[in-house]
């Protein structure tokens, strides 16, 4: 029974992969979201509808794109997991798109607290010594800063010129996803007055992934153990 | 020369349309006007534009009381829509929009407020043994919440020192507590709260006889919805809005200052004060600037005592308000 779902799961996963259309299907579903916010930043701004977010449109914006750039910083680490699970290589070829995409939200998640909490919409009126107040005292900032600190340079060396240029330390560095993640969601937990229900999920599909992770690392010895005592 | 001046007292106050509601009617004509489909397009407008002047509300008469106002141009009113679709109560959920969704299961019919402690006359008290309804006051508020942003809202009332008095509190009793009401029954989301329930707030008997501090019974022209605080509420507008208490069931006089709930919750962040100070940051964030919403940006300055500091800086003269935050 379980072997069946098993193979039915891989089987859908393989159909998905080899689809014709899987990089660019997959790319339109990351851009879809930022279609939204640039919609309702239009309704806000441009459209005259001030409370089509609510009465905090800033808030909304700042927590969708946080959450956005969160959940694509998963799903780009679900990837792997899943290919090794069940056997679907061909995932791995929207892994660094994945991942490409979920800076591209938080860069509009830094980009919106700049502008909107920090007044950066122009050098007179950016509040530089805020941000940098912000930077040293406000832990939640921190973490958040760590996170996107890790993203930015994740995706700039994600090229493939990178990938040949530091060779090994290239798989080194790009663990830095993980480093991020866990910062991305403790910068979630410090933001929220006493509700943590949301931040905890995250924290259980973290946890989930390092699981995984652990459980290849051991899968991966004992397989070279059984190859070096068999030759 | 002859000089009339027209009192309000020669204008029964019903009569007299506030500008808010008289504006948003406007407002509305413009849109069912705007409306492509004409004439259904206003009627099913209509049905919104009622629900926006909420249904199901009771109309509250009373006196515009301009002493307590604010200057509309640089503190314009927010809607109604944004006052109530926007609210804290972590009974109801802890997402903004989420008490508006849920608090109409709190049933604030029939209501009793139990008052207690160092006071001559305790015992249960309906709302209108504690309101004179016939006293009800209109005032136009600034609603500061510690969270940095802030709001303008037109809240009907009494003084709470009116409310008080009618119960007589000891010379004994420097600080009053008040609770707000916890039913797990009516409020499916209580355990996401996050802060032990029942909400609790106080105010050191200055501030609660201070003639700013508000027993709240409506808000624009209308009966409290619940998800402000129905039925009754204290509004404190020199301090953040956490320190407003809503739905109150009981009041306690007390001689020792009560711990209200954010201040148990985390004492780091939130104290018993909690006075609107753009120069006490909150540990997360600063306080020097607010977001008057709906605004986008956070560029507005924070008034010393939400801009009340005329009336109130007097009552901590020589505290250290960075060490009573």
């Given at each position: 029974?379980?072997?069946?779902?098993?193979?039915g799961?891989?089987?859908?996963?393989a159909?998905?992969a080899?689809?014709?259309?899987?990089?660019?299907?997959?790319?339109?579903?990351?851009?879809?979201p930022?279609?939204?916010?640039?919609?309702?930043?239009?309704?806000?701004l441009?459209?005259?509808?001030?409370?089509?977010l609510g009465?905090?449109?800033?808030?909304?914006?700042?927590?969708?794109?946080?959450?956005d750039?969160?959940?694509?910083?998963f799903?780009?680490?679900?990837i792997?997991?899943?290919r090794r699970?069940?056997?679907?290589?061909?995932l791995?070829?929207?892994?660094?798109?994945?991942?490409?995409?979920?800076?591209?939200?938080a860069?509009v998640?830094?980009?919106?607290?700049?502008?909107f909490?920090?007044?950066?919409?122009?050098?007179?009126t950016c509040q530089?010594g805020?941000?940098?107040?912000?930077?040293?005292?406000?832990?939640?900032?921190?973490a958040?800063?760590v996170?996107f600190?890790?993203?930015?340079?994740l995706?700039?060396?994600?090229?493939?010129?990178?990938v040949?240029?530091?060779?090994?330390?290239?798989?080194r560095?790009?663990?830095?996803?993980?480093?991020?993640a866990?910062?991305?969601i403790?910068?979630?937990?410090?933001?929220?007055?006493?509700?943590?229900?949301?931040p905890?999920?995250?924290?259980?599909?973290?946890a989930?992934?390092?699981?995984?992770r652990?459980?290849?690392?051991?899968?991966?010895?004992?397989a070279?153990?059984r190859?070096a005592?068999s030759? | 020369?002859?000089?009339?001046?027209?009192?309000?007292?020669?204008?029964?106050?019903?009569?007299?349309?506030p500008?808010?509601?008289?504006?948003?009617?406007?407002?509305?004509?413009?849109?069912?006007?705007?409306?492509?489909v004409?004439?259904?397009?206003?009627?099913?407008?209509?049905?919104?534009?009622?629900?926006?002047?909420?249904?199901?509300?009771?109309?509250?008469?009373?006196?515009?009381?301009?002493?307590?106002?604010?200057?509309?141009?640089?503190?314009?009113?927010?809607?109604?829509?944004?006052i109530?679709?926007?609210n804290n109560y972590?009974?109801?959920?802890t997402?903004?929009?989420?008490p508006?969704?849920?608090?109409?299961?709190?049933?604030?019919?029939?209501?009793?407020?139990k008052v207690?402690?160092?006071?001559?006359?305790?015992?249960?008290?309906?709302?209108?043994?504690?309101?004179n309804?016939?006293?009800?006051?209109?005032?136009?508020?600034?609603h500061?919440?510690?969270e940095?942003w802030?709001?303008?809202?037109?809240?009907?009332?009494?003084?709470?020192s009116?409310?008080?008095?009618?119960?007589?509190?000891?010379?004994s009793?420097?600080?009053?507590?008040?609770?707000?009401?916890?039913r797990?029954?009516?409020?499916?989301?209580?355990?996401?709260?996050?802060?032990?329930?029942?909400?609790?707030?106080?105010?050191?008997?200055?501030?609660a006889?201070?003639p700013l501090?508000?027993m709240?019974?409506?808000?624009?022209?209308?009966?409290?919805?619940?998800?402000?605080?129905?039925?009754?509420?204290?509004?404190?507008?020199w301090?953040?809005?956490?320190?407003?208490?809503?739905?109150?069931?009981?009041?306690?006089?007390?001689?020792?200052?009560?711990l209200?709930?954010?201040?148990?919750?985390?004492?780091?962040e939130y104290?018993?004060?909690?006075?609107?100070?753009?120069?006490?940051?909150?540990?997360?964030?600063?306080?020097?600037r607010?977001?008057?919403?709906?605004?986008?940006?956070?560029?507005?300055?924070?008034?010393?005592?939400?801009?009340?500091?005329d009336?109130?800086?007097?009552l901590?003269?020589?505290?250290?308000?960075a060490?009573?935050?």
């Amino acid at each position: 029974m379980i072997r069946r779902a098993w193979a039915g799961v891989s089987a859908v996963l393989a159909g998905l992969a080899n689809w014709r259309f899987f990089k660019p299907a997959v790319f339109i579903a990351c851009a879809v979201p930022l279609l939204v916010v640039a919609y309702e930043l239009c309704q806000v701004l441009l459209w005259n509808q001030p409370d089509a977010l609510g009465a905090d449109p800033a808030k909304a914006l700042l927590h969708e794109t946080g959450r956005d750039a969160l959940a694509l910083l998963f799903i780009t680490l679900t990837i792997t997991p899943l290919r090794r699970l069940f056997r679907v290589n061909r995932l791995q070829i929207v892994r660094r798109m994945l991942g490409v995409w979920s800076f591209t939200y938080a860069v509009v998640h830094v980009s919106m607290y700049l502008v909107f909490d920090q007044l950066c919409y122009s050098w007179e009126t950016c509040q530089i010594g805020d941000i940098g107040k912000d930077l040293v005292k406000r832990p939640f900032i921190i973490a958040g800063m760590v996170a996107f600190t890790g993203l930015t340079l994740l995706a700039i060396t994600s090229t493939g010129g990178w990938v040949r240029r530091l060779k090994k330390n290239w798989q080194r560095l790009h663990r830095l996803a993980y480093v991020a993640a866990v910062a991305a969601i403790v910068h979630f937990v410090w933001i929220q007055k006493s509700d943590f229900s949301e931040p905890l999920k995250w924290s259980y599909w973290l946890a989930v992934l390092f699981g995984l992770r652990i459980y290849f690392t051991i899968q991966k010895r004992t397989a070279t153990r059984r190859t070096a005592v068999s030759s | 020369m002859l000089i009339k001046i027209k009192t309000l007292a020669d204008i029964p106050s019903s009569e007299i349309t506030p500008e808010h509601v008289y504006r948003s009617r406007r407002d509305f004509m413009k849109v069912a006007a705007a409306g492509t489909v004409g004439a259904v397009t206003a009627a099913i407008l209509g049905d919104t534009a009622c629900a926006q002047a909420p249904t199901g509300l009771a109309a509250l008469s009373a006196k515009p009381n301009a002493s307590f106002g604010v200057d509309e141009k640089t503190d314009p009113l927010n809607t109604y829509e944004q006052i109530t679709t926007y609210n804290n109560y972590y009974e109801f959920g802890t997402r903004k929009p989420q008490p508006a969704q849920n608090a109409h299961t709190l049933k604030v019919k029939p209501w009793t407020v139990k008052v207690d402690g160092l006071v001559e006359k305790p015992g249960d008290y309906g709302i209108e043994d504690l309101v004179n309804f016939n006293q009800l006051e209109e005032r136009v508020y600034r609603h500061r919440c510690v969270e940095a942003w802030s709001m303008v809202m037109p809240f009907i009332g009494v003084p709470l020192s009116s409310v008080l008095s009618k119960v007589g509190p000891r010379a004994s009793a420097k600080f009053v507590e008040f609770t707000t009401v916890y039913r797990p029954a009516e409020m499916p989301l209580w355990p996401y709260a996050g802060i032990e329930l029942p909400y609790l707030e106080g105010l050191r008997m200055d501030e609660a006889m201070h003639p700013l501090t508000l027993m709240v019974v409506g808000l624009y022209g209308k009966v409290l919805p619940n998800q402000n605080g129905a039925p009754l509420r204290v509004h404190v507008p020199w301090k953040y809005g956490f320190k407003s208490g809503k739905s109150i069931v009981r009041i306690r006089f007390t001689d020792k200052e009560p711990l209200n709930t954010w201040q148990a919750t985390r004492a780091d962040e939130y104290g018993f004060y909690a006075n609107v100070n753009p120069n006490v940051s909150h540990p997360r964030w600063s306080q020097a600037r607010e977001q008057r919403l709906p605004s986008l940006l956070k560029n507005r300055p924070t008034l010393m005592f939400n801009g009340y500091a005329d009336q109130v800086a007097s009552l901590y003269a020589g505290m250290d308000l960075a060490k009573f935050y």
